[in-house]
Nanobody, 118 residues
């Protein structure tokens, strides 16, 4: 299993930017073998996929609601995955979670709060 810790959340005004980071750690794992993703969950809402990046090719995918605004990236040396969030909207307010998946195993971070408000 992999342990994940998110950071970078906070309060930002609409139209602003924020960068989230997820650091992975564990015993005897190869970070590059894991597909990494960011999910978010607003109060009373279902958890939804925001962005994902594959472990083999680094292929990225995004939810339609964030395309053109968010960018997911990974560093397989530092064992981190980031989410650059631009042009933030109030509807982006949620707890953001990092997820790692490989060969049927999944690990989740504890989440970090992002609040977009003027």
């Amino acid at each position: 299993q992999v342990q994940l810790v998110e950071s970078g959340g906070g309060l930002v005004q609409p139209g602003g930017s924020l960068r989230l980071s997820c650091a992975a750690s564990g015993s005897g794992f190869t970070f590059g073998s894991y597909a990494m993703s960011w999910y978010r969950q607003a109060p009373g809402k279902e958890r939804e996929l925001v962005a994902a990046v594959s472990g083999v090719t680094g292929t990225t995918t995004y939810a339609d609601s964030v395309k053109g605004r968010f960018i997911i990236s990974r560093d397989n040396v530092k064992k981190t995955v980031d989410l650059q969030m631009n042009s933030l909207k109030p509807e982006d307010t949620a707890v953001y979670y990092c997820k790692a998946v490989r060969a049927g195993w999944a690990s989740w971070g504890q989440g970090t709060q992002v609040t977009v408000s003027s």
